[in-house]
DNA sequence: GGGCGGATTACCT
DNA sequence: GGTAATCCGCCCA
């Protein structure tokens, strides 16, 4: 059990227009699943912005809409993971309000609760910086599963909080996002948000800014 | 109905 | 650095 009193985030934290402001929030905030009665948590590190049906990056780019996709365009608060490369499954949270389909990968996280737990979901041994760095480790140390799409993030099974830390704003990178050359100069735009040398966060290391 | 490729990861040399 | 794993979604016919 934790000590420190958790704030569950609200709807009016995700159903805001700037995805971008709200994936750099995010960074701090704590993922909380309790499925079958086993709680884990894990402190958001690293989190990518896909803006609506401009941003050639993502699912609904061009305003595509398809059974996959209708996630995005729910209400904020809700659950989007998808199926990647057929093995990894990635968590999204959806925000703004229905019909504008923005969407945040949570790419990295810093174990709190559980640990124990998310040994066993991803067959490692030692809780090393790998357990839930990376966008299907995350999603797989903490339970979440393609099932989990379309669900709320308002409930008490799978939700977002607030223990009151907020990273100093010198702390917080801007980057491209990772693995999306294919979105051609949308590839470029600066959607990735890290914390600074946390070695939870994926990829390189980003020189200090 | 068929073919292609991906918002990744781990393990290989 | 290179690549296998693995399969659903998406697009075209």
């Known amino acids: ?11 009016d934290f995700y159903d805001r227009p700037d995805v971008l402001t709200i994936a750099r929030e995010l960074l701090g905030k704590i993922i909380v699943t309790s499925f079958n009665g086993e709680l884990t948590a894990a402190r958001i590190v690293e989190t990518e912005a896909y803006a609506g049906i401009t941003d050639k990056a993502s699912h609904a780019y061009g305003g595509r809409r398809t ?6 365009y729910r209400e904020a608060g ?19 309000k229905t019909d504008i389909p923005h969407a945040i990968l ?3 996280a810093e174990p709190i609760t559980g640990i124990p737990v998310m040994l066993r979901r991803t067959g490692k041994k030692v809780a090393d910086f790998t357990l839930t760095r990376g966008p299907g480790n995350v999603s797989k140390a903490l339970g979440i ?7 709320s993030l308002l409930g ?9 830390f907020v990273p100093a704003a010198g702390d917080i990178i801007a980057t491209p996002r990772i693995g999306v050359d294919y979105a051609g100069a949308d590839a470029l735009l600066p959607y990735r948000f890290i914390i600074r040398n946390n070695k939870y966060v994926s990829g390189k290391v980003v020189k200090s800014a």
């Open 67 to 72: 059974a996959r996709t209708e996630i995005m």
């Open 78 to 96: 809700t659950a989007y993971v998808y199926l990647c490369y057929g093995i990894h499954q990635l968590f999204n949270i959806v925000t703004d």
């Open 145 to 151: 599963t393609l099932a989990h799409t379309g669900e």
């Open 156 to 164: 008490d099974d799978c939700y977002v909080a607030s223990d009151g």
């Open 1 to 11: 059990m934790h000590t420190i009193a958790y704030q569950k985030l609200t709807s």
């Open 106 to 108: 949570i790419r990295g």
